[in-house]
């Protein structure tokens, strides 16, 4: 454990899919940048993942995909601890203590809510509507400050805040206010509907994942939508494209391409090429380790228990105290 900075950091992800650009670049590449400075916990949102249409069978592989991604992406198990949400059930146990302080009508704003309701209307279940209510109880459990997470998920750490607040109001001072930690790109736009977030669920030609062999990355660019701006706005897919260049390019890239734009001689497929070159470079070394990690199962597990045990030394005495300071505990 670290002793040279007294904030903790967390953050986790729902195993359902692949890591795309947009998850990222909007929060891995933080995750990584900030193990080394601070005592960290990155975990798998799997009790959350299950709120959403899934097939059992596909879960456990999902899991393991998204601890190699992980890992691939350079967390590194001895700095930080990775581990699975459902190895650490006092978060469900906190989440229903949570329950009780939290208003409906607070749950009934989010916007989350709102946007997945309208995509599995069949399936408006307890657990998507009490989403938020458990995200509190996983950073409020590990005491953690500082949340690294994409634009989207910022409305999700202020309820966090309320939580603890009320909380804290209640039955005395107990828990941290935590803060949402962005990158400056904290919101990624969709390839073909750049007026949108980039997201897995939306479907695959929205977004580059990291694991994209160069040649689909490529396809994927050429059928990004660029479209028309006006005279001094660039169209948004533009404006996205350029965004991830400077991001993977260097200077002189970005200069050359921003002169074109302004001389009106761009040719897109030109800048579509570069990025992909530059896209699929920059995460040759990531596919490379995470088919190699994908190999070993085994290991994978082991991380996430060796994760859980150090997660569960923090989770139980948080859960002790609460329950004394709740007055539930004989
Ligand atoms: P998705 O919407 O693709 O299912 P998740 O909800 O699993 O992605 O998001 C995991 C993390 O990545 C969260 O911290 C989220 O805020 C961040 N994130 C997701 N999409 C984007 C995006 N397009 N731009 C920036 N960050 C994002
Ligand atoms: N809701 C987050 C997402 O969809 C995942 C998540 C669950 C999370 N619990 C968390 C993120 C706690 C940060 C902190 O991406």
Redesign the pocket.
Known sequence: MKTTNQQIIL?G??P?GEL?L??Y???VKNFVALQDQYQCYFFLATYHSITENYDPKEKRRQILDLTASYLAAGLDPKKSVIFNQTDVPECTELAWIFNTLTPVSELERMTQFKDKSAKQAANINMGLFDYPVLQAADILLYHANLIP?????VQHVEITRDISRWFNNKYGQYFVEPKPLLTHI???MSLVEPEK?????AGSKHYIALSDEPEVILEKLKGATTGMGTEDTLPPGVTNLMTLLAEFGSPQQVEYFNGAIKAKTIKYSELKETLAKLISDSFADYRKKKKALLAKPAYLEKVLKDGAKKASKVARKTIAEVKELIGVSV
């Open positions: 953050s992800i729902q359902t795309h947009g998850n670049l909007g929060s997470v994409g634009q989207d998920q904290p919101k990624v977030k980039m997201s897995k669920s």
